[in-house]
């Protein structure tokens, strides 16, 4: 678990409780806590990674709409910070895929926790601003209500009854201009959990509102890199056969990751998608990479911009650096930063000396755009 620390609001590393990790291991854990699901490893290195996480305990009831009684919204009626986890999971402009919005596949949520305690659901992260997250939970709400799809499965249904965890998939579309570059946001979350809610919509409401599109990846959680990864490919492999009809262009797209999907989208960056199950196409334009230890450096690599705290105690930042010098040595463009007094899993960054690297990484992108 991280070696069964993590990053707590405000940088200060907490160690779970003895009890805490004997709920986790049977299983019982809320995920208004944690989650009762598999052990997550944070940004581990692969071995350690897999030494860490044994097996999948139980699986609790799955929060979906229909066991949840809150007061219904209307299609266009935003949230406030004030309501409850039970409303996004109504909320007639997420039917069908409201769970897919909250971080832990098929594990018990309190429908009645308020969104201003989300950041609870996001044990690796910090700075977790509950504003900023139903901000960008707004922002799709008013897509939906004027009659946009906001959400398109890159798997097919067949490809879902052969492989049912691939139900846990989707693509989160933030529409920029018409015919303009998209994004792709792998968010991270140890792959124990996808947190979409931190680390991709609020990514993906920037990146929009400076005219690019992106795309939120939920993938699956609980099943290691490799498998998360191949549904990265998947999705790449959808956008670039849909790319018409959604309104993009497949030129100068870009990979963006935290944490472990830092992982997922550098290793697209160094290998293309087809090592993964993908389709053949061509490498992204640009790789954003944000507080990852992942190593592997292949003989070419897309230009990578990197970030990282100097507190973060998952993804140290001597860790990154070395990755930073193997990619310059290799000639490899990259635009490293390493904000003081911040740790893992910043997010945004809101508040912190952090804050702002999301515009640097888009100039970034920008410049490798033909």
Not at 21 to 39: K, Q
Not at 311 to 328: C, F, K, Q
Request: glycine share 12%; hydrophobic share 40%; net charge neutral.
């Amino acid at each position: 678990m991280c070696e069964a620390t993590m990053e707590a609001p405000g940088d200060r590393t907490v160690r779970p409780s003895t009890s805490w990790m004997s709920r986790l291991a049977a299983g019982v854990v809320s995920c208004s806590i944690v989650g009762a699901g598999s052990v997550g490893t944070g940004d581990l290195d692969p071995a350690r990674r897999a030494a860490a996480v044994p097996g999948r305990v139980p699986q609790a009831t799955e929060a979906t709409s229909e066991n949840v009684e809150t007061a219904s919204k209307t299609l266009g009626e935003h949230l406030r910070v004030g309501d409850r986890v039970g409303d996004i999971l109504k909320h007639p402009a997420f039917r069908g895929f409201g769970h897919l919005l909250l971080p832990w596949d098929d594990r018990a949520c309190d429908p009645a926790m308020p969104l201003r305690s989300i950041g609870s659901l996001l044990p690796y992260h910090s700075h977790v601003d509950p504003v900023v997250v139903v901000s960008s939970l707004n922002r799709m709400i008013d897509d939906a209500g004027a009659g946009r799809t906001v959400f398109h499965d890159f798997y097919t249904d067949a490809e879902k009854r052969a492989e049912p965890s691939r139900r846990h998939t989707g693509l989160f579309f933030f529409r920029g201009k018409p015919g303009a570059p998209f994004a792709v946001i792998a968010p991270g979350g140890g792959f124990a959990y996808v947190a979409s809610l931190h680390e991709g919509f609020p990514y993906a409401v920037e990146i929009s509102d400076r005219g690019y599109n992106a795309f939120v990846l939920k993938y699956r959680a609980g099943y290691g890199g490799r498998v998360a990864t191949e549904d990265l490919a998947a999705a790449l492999s959808y956008l670039f056969r849909n790319a018409g009809s959604l309104g993009v262009t497949t030129a100068d797209y870009s990979l963006w990751g935290s944490s472990a999907g830092a992982r997922m989208a550098a290793s697209i960056g160094s290998h293309g998608t087809a090592p993964f199950g993908g389709a053949t196409l061509p490498g992204p334009s640009a790789v954003v990479l944000l507080y990852t230890g992942h190593s592997d450096v292949a003989a070419a690599e897309p230009p990578t911009f990197v970030a990282v705290g100097d507190a973060d105690g998952i993804a140290p930042p001597a860790i990154v650096e070395r990755r930073v010098a193997a990619l310059r040595k290799a000639g490899t463009e990259v635009e490293y930063h390493k904000y003081p007094g911040v740790g893992h899993g910043f997010g945004l960054g809101a508040g912190t000396s952090a804050e702002g690297w999301i515009a640097e990484a888009v100039r970034f992108w920008a410049k490798h755009i033909q």
